[in-house]
């Protein structure tokens, strides 16, 4: 079955970085695209950064966030620069698969001094 699996997340401070890992299975990994969201408390999810064979960015997310992927090890990764404190967030990927969108568990992003 579709599992994806994310990781990386962590406290930091403003300014920093962090790079989040998806670890996905199921599926044959190099035919899909693969997003991130994420989901702030008390706001809707929201699309970070897509890679299929084109990548595509939120403007939230242009000229800090880098995505990349390794279909060798079918992982996606989001390197995140310059960090702010509204990037607080629960960052999940996302793959659509026989037309049903599949998600992580998510990992948590806290920017705080």
């Known amino acids: 079955q579709v599992q994806l699996v994310e990781s990386g997340g962590g406290l930091v401070p403003p300014g920093g970085s962090l790079t989040l890992s998806c670890a996905a299975s199921g599926f044959t990994f190099e035919y899909y695209a693969i997003a991130w969201f994420r989901q702030a408390p008390g706001k809707e999810r929201e699309a970070v950064a897509c890679i299929g064979s084109r990548t595509y960015y939120e403007d939230s997310a242009k000229g800090r966030f880098t995505i990349s992927r390794d279909n060798a090890k079918n992982t996606v990764y989001l390197q995140m620069n310059s960090l702010k404190p509204e990037d607080t967030a629960v960052y999940y990927c996302?793959?659509?698969?026989?037309?049903?969108?599949?998600w992580g568990q998510g990992t948590q992003v806290t920017v705080s001094a």
């Open positions: 996302n793959v659509r698969f026989s037309f049903r969108d599949y």
